[in-house]
């Protein structure tokens, strides 16, 4: 088993994609994507290019443990989280072979090839900071983030210093903020003066004019007045696309035409871009795991 085997001797940790076509009808071009951890936890993702409603297999994500057989050279991988909508269930055993090479599994008649080491906690931790906090903790783990202005930038930098070992947790006790003094039985007592003179003063002002506009009244006149701003949450939702609090409520999107695991780009365009800071086309170049991150805020993961 995967304990008593050399690490040199069984599949490399990482992430195994593969893609089969016209799985289960024409058109259905389905994605695999195994992810294999270090410490023996594994994923397996299932994604079509056709829609469920039109005949195309259904979005699945699993979760579990895997292990080696070198005798059989194969790995084992136990389900110990189903998806509802599809996939394997809870406690079945799926056997996936293994090329010669080790680089390749086998998975429903499809070859998933390693193309990426496995998805880094710490990392995922960090790309969920904001910039602010990202320069700050580059800062605190002894980095020069000196020439660096774009996300990607810090964490690469960051990535980098792991990488090599330079992180150096540095040490930033924050002065501890004076107690402002008690207030003095004379400075109470203005404090409990105050409120009367207030109320005096509100009683002496005058009423605005009978029929006067209260925009007016506040100082405002014509154009000065402000113009309230359309909140893009209000906007109607364009056909083909759904609302935030549709997408995020299992029991309603469940029920409409969209891929479980891509809600998200079924959101109006102005709406997605205020919940995550950019057009669809950029969201969708980013690396798979910052993705997540970004669904997971959002409850669209």
Request: overall charge negative; aromatic content about 6%.
């Amino acid at each position: 088993m995967a304990g008593g085997v050399d690490q040199e001797n069984r599949p490399r940790p990482g992430i195994y994609v593969g893609r089969k076509a016209d799985h289960s009808c024409p058109g259905d071009h389905v994605t695999w994507e195994i992810v294999l951890m270090v410490d023996g936890a594994c994923s397996i993702e299932c994604r079509s290019e056709l829609s469920p409603s039109k005949g195309g297999t259904q979005a699945w994500h699993v979760e579990g443990t895997w292990e080696w057989v070198e005798d059989d050279d194969e790995v084992v991988v136990t389900v110990t989280k189903e998806d509802p909508l599809g996939g394997p269930r809870r406690d079945r055993d799926l056997e996936l072979s293994v090329s010669d090479d080790q680089t390749t599994l086998t998975f429903k008649g499809a070859a998933c090839s390693w193309t990426a080491p496995p998805p880094d906690p710490w990392m995922e931790e960090m790309a969920a900071l904001s910039l602010k906090d990202l320069k700050a903790r580059a800062v605190a783990f002894g980095l020069d983030p000196t020439g660096c202005v774009e996300r990607e930038e810090f964490l690469n930098l960051l990535q980098r210093g792991k990488a090599s070992g330079a992180l150096k947790e540095v040490a930033s006790p924050k002065a501890a903020s004076p107690s402002p003094p008690d207030a003095s039985p004379a400075s109470s007592s203005s404090a409990r003066k105050e409120p009367e003179k207030s109320e005096k003063t509100s009683v002496t002002s005058p009423s605005p004019a009978a029929g006067a506009s209260p925009v007016a009244s506040a100082g405002y006149a014509g154009s000065d007045a402000p113009t309230p701003v359309a909140d893009a949450d209000t906007q109607e939702i364009p056909e083909g696309c759904f609302s935030l609090e549709q997408l995020t409520d299992k029991r309603v999107w469940e029920k409409l035409d969209v891929v479980s695991t891509e809600r998200e780009t079924y959101l109006p365009e102005p709406i997605f871009q205020k919940l995550f800071g950019m057009p669809k086309a950029d969201f969708a170049k980013l690396p798979k795991w910052k993705k997540e991150n970004a669904k997971k805020k959002h409850g669209l993961f």
